[in-house]
């Protein structure tokens, strides 16, 4: 057993011949009591680790979005009409503010693009009618990129969510997917008439390259608008978490707007 100093200094002969420190003892329970708690705890963390292995099997990336992760992601939906000015006013935003823009359309063309991409025809297909791509695979690409730039030096926690979700299927999607790991604190929806719509779009396809920015495609995806997606903002606004932006003006007033809301 060792020795404290104090004991050797004032009486070191004594407790030597004793063989006896009531300091020493005190010291070796305390060490003693702490090597246990140290091999418990070394014990559950390495049965837990198996649990997780075990686990991997049926949720495996469950795990790598909560690692280490000290709170929920901050998430903002941002939701409107087709060429509302999502994607421009998410691009300054996150520029400026550090919000990373993550926008489910750009996502989906991405996957799309790959040349290895299982999905590419499905996603192809509906993006080209103007409609609704599972919401699975969306929610997937939107997950993965979340985790990504989490993982990444930044440590993103903070998430403008653009075109999304726009359907029943996309919320149940997101529930299920994300969940409680995220939270949605605003739904920002740009108001605009659908001519003012309709004349940005026929203006971006000049140079967009987009399969979907022709006439008969626009008139598809408003229908898909006012049938799947508007549903979806009225239930927010039921919650009270929309902010509604008035979208017919310039780009610089819009943004001003959003700033002070996401700045609040
Ligand atoms: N406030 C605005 N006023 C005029 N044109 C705009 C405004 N905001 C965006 N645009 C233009 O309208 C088109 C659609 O904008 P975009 O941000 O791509 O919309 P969304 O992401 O909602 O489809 C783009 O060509 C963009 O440059
Ligand atoms: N949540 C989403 C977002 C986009 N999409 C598809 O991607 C297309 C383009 O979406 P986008 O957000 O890039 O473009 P805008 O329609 O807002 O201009 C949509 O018309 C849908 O076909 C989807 O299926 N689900």
Not at 49 to 61: F, G, I, N, V
Not at 156 to 178: C, H, M, Y
Not at 232 to 261: H, L, Q, T
Request: some cysteine.
């Amino acid at each position: 057993m060792a020795h404290c100093s104090s004991c050797s200094s004032s009486s070191s002969s004594s407790s030597q011949s004793r063989g006896f420190c009531p300091f020493s003892l005190f010291l070796f329970i305390g060490s003693a009591i702490a090597s246990v708690r140290y091999l418990k705890r070394r014990e559950q963390s390495s049965s837990r680790k198996l649990d997780d292995d075990d686990d991997d099997d049926d949720d495996d990336d469950d795990d790598d979005v909560e690692e280490d992760r000290p709170s929920p992601f901050r998430v903002v939906f941002v939701l409107g009409g087709p060429g509302a000015g999502k994607g421009t006013q998410c691009q300054l935003l996150s520029e400026n503010l550090g919000w990373a823009h993550l926008s489910a359309g750009d996502l989906l063309r991405a996957e799309r693009a790959k040349a290895d991409s299982k999905l590419a025809d499905v996603i192809n297909s509906n993006i080209s009618a103007g409609r609704i791509v599972p919401s699975e695979i969306t929610v997937e690409l939107l997950r993965n990129a979340m985790e990504e730039m989490y993982s990444g030096e930044n440590r993103q926690t903070k998430f403008l969510i653009d075109g999304f979700p726009r359907s029943e299927g996309n919320v149940i999607a997101w529930n299920e997917v994300v969940g409680n790991r995220a939270n949605v604190e605003t739904v920002l929806f740009f108001e605009c008439p659908e001519d003012v719509l309709t004349s940005r779009l026929l203006e971006r396809s000049k140079t967009s390259g987009r399969v979907d920015d022709t006439i008969d495609v626009i008139r598809k995806r408003f229908d898909t608008y006012k049938e799947e997606s508007m549903p979806i903002i009225e239930m927010y606004e039921k919650d009270g978490r929309v902010k509604k932006i008035i979208a017919d003006r310039s780009m610089e007033e819009v943004y001003k707007e959003i700033e002070a809301i996401l700045g609040e």
